[in-house]
C-alpha cells in the first residue's frame, strides 16, 4: 500500500451541468461518519453535503431538482468519502468526470 502523508483529497463529477467538488477527509472520518449516522440515510446524505462536497459549498436536498440528480452527487460524494474514487497509480487524487458510473455506497450498512 502506498502511503501518503497528506491525507486529503478532492474529486470532481459534473452532474446535470453543475461542476461537484468532493473532499476525502481520511479513513478516521469516513468511520466516524458511519458510525454517526447510524441507520439513517438522511442522516448521511445532510453529512455528506456539509461535509464531502466543498463546491459549490452549503448545498442542501432541496437545492436538487428531483432526486435521481440529489442521489447521484450523494453516491458520488459517499464514493469520494470512503477512497472508492482514486485510481491506484494517482494517489494524489483524481479527477472523477468520466462517463463511468459510482455505485451505491452502503456506508451505514447494516
Known amino acids: 500500500m502506498k502511503?501518503?502523508?497528506?491525507?486529503?483529497?478532492?474529486?470532481?463529477?459534473?452532474?446535470n451541468g453543475v461542476t461537484y467538488q468532493a473532499q476525502f477527509n481520511g479513513?478516521?472520518?469516513?468511520i466516524r461518519a458511519a458510525n454517526q449516522c447510524g441507520k439513517d440515510e438522511l442522516k448521511l446524505d445532510e453529512y455528506l453535503l456539509e461535509n464531502v462536497v466543498v463546491n459549490p459549498p452549503g448545498l442542501k436536498l432541496d437545492d436538487?431538482?428531483?432526486?435521481?440528480?440529489?442521489?447521484?452527487?450523494l453516491n458520488f460524494a459517499a464514493s469520494v468519502m470512503t477512497g472508492r474514487f482514486r485510481n491506484?497509480?494517482?494517489?494524489?487524487?483524481?479527477?472523477?468526470?468520466?462517463?463511468?458510473?459510482?455505485?451505491?455506497?452502503?456506508?451505514?450498512?447494516e
Open 3 to 15: 502511503r501518503n502523508t497528506d491525507k486529503t483529497y478532492t474529486a470532481t463529477k459534473e452532474v
Open 27 to 30: 479513513v478516521r472520518e469516513a
Open 64 to 73: 436538487f431538482e428531483d432526486v435521481a440528480e440529489a442521489r447521484e452527487v
Open 88 to 109: 491506484e497509480e494517482n494517489t494524489r487524487g483524481a479527477e472523477t468526470g468520466s462517463e463511468e458510473k459510482l455505485g451505491t455506497v452502503e456506508t451505514c450498512a
